[in-house]
């Protein structure tokens, strides 16, 4: 059964927007752009005229089409966040991967309903790749086809692969939280962002842990882990929306012990 929030002509605008996001950066990538630090002092927090022109060919394409939606992006804030839906966009999550040169970014769309994530697309334009979830059910097109997205098994937490984007996400006990399961995992992993996510859904990677997350770094993920038949949440086993401190399994059992371990200390 598909999910009753899901309106099929707001699928097929998740495909607008990714084609208007991808036009929009793809002539930028891997070129000689300038790059500006958000961040005053040591801290570097990457931006550049690629996720702005991004952001802001997603923002016309909403206010024209969907006038009474709700927008939260990366680069331009926050307009109508009462509105019953809202759409959130981080037009490149990576930019460091993106000015690296590596094709391990991309474009992340989601939709809120009532503030529930409901709908959301990874676009990653250079590969030509696309995994979108509606909660209930997660799917994938690509170079390679298109398929339904499923995690994949894995109840121990000796069996798994665990991914971070890098472990200097986290501070104090947050690190040694960290540390507890990295020791016990088969494999761990570090960077690609939003694509660890999207290998969760595809049934490659079991866990990803991070900390210090903005909405619109999640929001897009979280129906389509759902939907692959995976778990999100905050470290404390809360709602994921919001960021934070951010946990997704393939395995709803694995999610349990990973949330256990992060509490102890």
Known sequence: MGNPDRDDTLVAFLDRLADAAGA??????????????KLEGAAFDPVTVADRAAEEAMRA?????W??????GEEYGSERLDAEHVWVLDPIDGTRAFISGLP?????IGLTRAKKPVLGMMHQPFTGERYVGDGTRAWYRGPDG???LKARACERLEDAVLFTTSPSLFVGEERAAFDRIESTV???????DCYAYCMVAAGFVDVVIESGLKPYDIVAL???????????????????????????SGDPR??????????LG
């Open 24 to 37: 929009a950066i793809l002539p930028h990538f891997r070129s000689l752009l300038a790059v500006e630090n």
């Open 61 to 65: 394409l909403i206010v024209r089409d």
């Open 67 to 72: 006038p009474d939606h709700g927008i939260l």
């Open 104 to 108: 391990v970014w991309g474009t992340l």
């Open 146 to 148: 298109a398929r339904d």
């Open 186 to 192: 088969r494999l761990s992993r570090y960077g690609v």
């Open 222 to 248: 979280i129906p389509v882990i759902e939907g692959a038949g995976g778990v999100v949440t905050s470290w404390t086993g809360g709602s994921a929306a919001d960021g934070g401190r951010v946990v997704a």
């Open 254 to 263: 694995l999610h349990d012990i990973v949330l256990r371990r992060l509490a």
